[in-house]
């Protein structure tokens, strides 16, 4: 693992208004259980700060409104799905990424990239963590479907945001069964016409290999089904659209083999919607369920919501302003496309420094986040300079806030950006130019 602790959080985390999610010097409150801090606390006043606001169990919020329609999808495929969307965010490193097979350094292990509560517990970075826990449930489901609010340390743009959603798919069949089993689904056909490009297969000895433990014939079935039940869902929930085009491409997943990525042609550019593939043997075994075989995606909630309901900025689905909420009131008996209410200026402001070794870009981007909160619309790295005397090497990026409800002054801006600057400097030790 890389150790990169270029700051140290407590100071910086303040007392906080929401009663749910409190840090002090030693503890942090998260949901209600309180968790010790130390040296590997890495939490954000502005990440704490959403963890109670749960945008998957807001009526009518738009990320609530995907995360139905799945789920009416799915139920109307098989009925037995358990449906999972209130377990809390605060997870082992065991069950984020021990349990799911992740090497002990790979690199989304590092501070720079996960919000560490203390050095045993994280925000989870992915729903894929209550994988074990809730396989090992005894409940005679075929498999569930799990929503959370997950964190990452990250860039920012329109379309990055610390705090996403997630829903996990899981669905598990008897190894003895398999055949009967997984032509019980009903799925819809798919229109005429769908435009679906997958090169890939159901799998690739060099690059996308079967399992051991799995006859080729058993895998196979289970992709298949995996890729007909994601195909018939992007149908259902974009059937309405005749220009729609997916395309499949292989990836990698420590906890599936093999595994793919499933991509939509979104305002001309191919946008990565979920991953998924045939779950790891070891993980079915370690939770109780040697006996079967099955598939697991992840999707960004996000992500479609943008692409369904054109919604151009991801800092919109934190927005308490009526104008955006009530917009999707009426989604059962309309079709809704979002309309901008205003788009305010820009301003931006650049901010250069020498940086201390172990900086990391997304040290940067959180600072921003703490600092400007939502004004920030985007953090662009312009210019980097290696001194080739002293070996320093410079940064220059460029924030552009932008309000989503009102025109920003200069001096308004000013005073965002000294902070910016002082705090910078303060916790990540960077000597400030110009
Ligand atoms: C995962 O998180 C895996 N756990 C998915 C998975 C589950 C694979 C089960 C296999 C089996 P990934 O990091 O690619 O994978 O994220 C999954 C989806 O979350 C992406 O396809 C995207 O739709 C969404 N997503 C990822 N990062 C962001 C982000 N910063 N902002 C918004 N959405 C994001
Ligand atoms: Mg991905």
Redesign the pocket.
């Known amino acids: 693992m890389r150790m990169r602790m270029t700051w140290l959080v407590l100071p910086q985390i303040r007392r906080h208004s929401t009663a749910t999610s409190t840090s002090t010097s030693t503890s942090t409150r998260i949901l209600g259980a309180t968790f010790p801090t130390d040296a590997a606390t890495n939490l954000s006043a502005s990440v704490l700060e959403r963890i109670p606001r749960r945008l998957h169990k807001v009526p009518n919020h738009p990320i609530a409104i995907i995360k139905e329609r799945i789920e009416d999808y799915f139920v109307k495929t098989n009925q037995n799905y358990k449906i999972v969307d209130s377990l809390s965010p605060a997870v082992s490193t065991t069950q984020n990424f021990d349990q799911l097979l992740f090497d002990k350094d790979h690199s989304s292990r590092s501070p720079s990239d996960t919000y560490y509560v203390n050095k045993d517990t994280v925000l989870r970075?992915?729903?894929?963590a209550h994988?074990s826990e809730v396989l090992a449930g005894k409940q005679s489901n075929v498999g569930y479907l799990l929503t959370a609010d997950?964190y990452?340390r990250?860039e920012i743009d329109l379309?990055?945001?610390?705090v996403?959603h997630?829903m996990?798919?899981?669905r598990i069949f008897d190894r003895k069964a398999l055949l009967s089993e997984s032509s019980a689904d009903t799925f819809a056909p798919l229109p005429k016409g769908a435009k679906i490009t997958d090169p890939t297969g159901l799998s690739n000895p060099e690059t996308n290999p079967l399992q051991v433990a799995h006859a080729q014939k058993d895998s196979e079935l289970v992709a298949l089904h995996l890729k007909r039940a994601l195909e018939g869902l992007v149908w259902h929930l974009f059937g309405s659209d005749k220009n729609l085009e997916i395309r499949w491409i292989e990836?990698y997943?420590p906890?599936?083999s093999p595994?793919w990525?499933m991509e939509v042609m979104y305002q001309g550019k191919w946008?990565?919607?979920?991953?998924?593939?045939v779950?790891q043997q070891k993980i079915l075994d370690d939770s109780g369920n040697p006996d079967k075989i099955g598939?697991?995606?992840?999707?960004?909630?996000?992500?479609?919501a943008m692409v369904m309901f054109g919604i151009p900025d991801?800092r919109l689905f934190w927005s308490q302003d009526s104008r955006f909420l009530s917009q999707f009131e009426n989604h059962t008996t309309k079709q809704i496309t979002f309309q901008p209410y205003s788009k305010y200026p820009a301003c931006y402001k650049d901010v250069s420094f020498w940086c201390p070794d172990g900086f990391h870009d997304n040290d940067m981007f959180e600072v921003v986040r703490d600092m400007a909160g939502d004004l920030a619309e985007d953090v662009a790295l312009i210019d980097t300079f290696k001194n080739p005397k002293t070996g320093r090497t410079s940064k220059c990026f460029r924030i552009n806030y932008r309000s989503m409800d009102r025109t920003l002054s200069n001096e308004d801006v000013d005073i965002i950006q000294d902070k910016v600057r002082e705090e910078v400097a303060r916790r990540c030790g960077v000597e400030l130019r110009g």
Not at 125 to 128: A, G, I, L, V
Not at 159 to 162: F, L, R
Not at 271 to 277: F, I, M, P, Q, T
Not at 295 to 304: D, Q
């Open positions: 970075t992915h729903t894929s994988q997950v990452r990250d379309s990055h945001y610390p996403f997630q996990e798919g899981i990836a997943f906890f599936t595994s990525e946008l990565e919607l979920l991953g998924c593939g779950i598939w697991a995606f992840g999707l960004g909630l996000e992500r479609i991801i």
